[in-house]
């Protein structure tokens, strides 16, 4: 069945860093990947959705992640950290023959710093 | 506009005692999903159902049951709580039909503590 790994539990930056969460997948077809924020006493909320129509993708507030199907990575990555990007991120991956079955990474907690 | 809303948000049971998560959404969704979130450990799917009318296994299934009341709700049934089914609960949906790929609205979790 298809996976994901999050490489790093917690993260921290100071605010106006480069913020990079590396996820790394596995999948015997073709994947679709997906990168959710937690805030905290909430449900998940999408950041960025892969679909195999372009490699980069764009997400709201800044965050951009890159497919690389060589390297069978998915990182997320935000030039500028801003205080309010503290949260939970989660990387996703679902099969399309079965894209039912979205499977999530164990999860990385992002600390900004003032 | 609720989106996926969830009760109860929280609640304490002890070990044998039996309850049911209640998940309603209001975005005319075809498919609804129960995960489980621990520590450590991301979220895990239970269950899920495809359409009105079906229900499948997760990851995660045994200790619970689960009924597709209508096309709107989807409930999450533990008929005999075990300290290890301790966590917070969240259901999901999505509109999935075609090549559509299933983005996921949740939401805001229930957490179940059993003594």
């Known amino acids: 069945a298809q996976s994901v790994t999050q490489l790093g539990s917690h993260v921290s930056v100071s605010e106006g860093a480069l913020v990079l969460l590396r996820c790394n997948y596995s999948?015997?077809?073709?994947?679709?990947l997906f990168w959710y924020v937690q805030y905290p006493n909430q449900g998940l909320q999408l950041l960025l959705k892969y679909t195999s129509a372009a490699t980069l993708v764009k997400g709201i507030n800044g965050f951009e992640a890159e497919f690389k199907k060589s390297e069978t990575s998915f990182h997320l990555t935000k030039p500028s950290a801003h205080m309010s990007d503290a949260a939970e991120y989660f990387c996703a991956v679902t099969e399309y023959y079965n894209n039912n079955d979205m499977r999530f990474g164990a999860g990385t907690r992002l600390t900004v710093k003032p | 506009n609720a989106g996926v809303t969830q009760t109860p948000k929280f609640q304490v049971l002890k070990t044998g005692q039996s309850m049911t998560l209640q998940c309603a959404q209001d975005?005319?969704?075809?498919?609804m999903y129960w995960y489980r979130q621990d520590p450590g450990m991301g979220l895990r799917l239970i269950y899920y159902s495809a359409s009105e009318g079906t229900t499948d296994k997760g990851e995660v299934p045994n200790g619970y049951n689960v009924s597709r009341l209508n096309k709107r709700e989807f409930s999450l049934r533990l008929e005999s709580a075990a300290p290890s089914q301790t966590s917070v609960y969240f259901c999901?949906?999505?509109?999935?039909?075609?090549?559509?790929?299933?983005?996921?609205?949740f939401g805001e979790g229930s957490r179940l503590t059993v003594l």
């Open positions: 999901a949906s999505s509109y999935r039909a075609g090549g559509d790929t299933g983005e996921l609205f």
């Open positions: 999948s015997s077809v073709p994947p679709y």
């Open positions: 975005m005319n969704h075809n498919s």
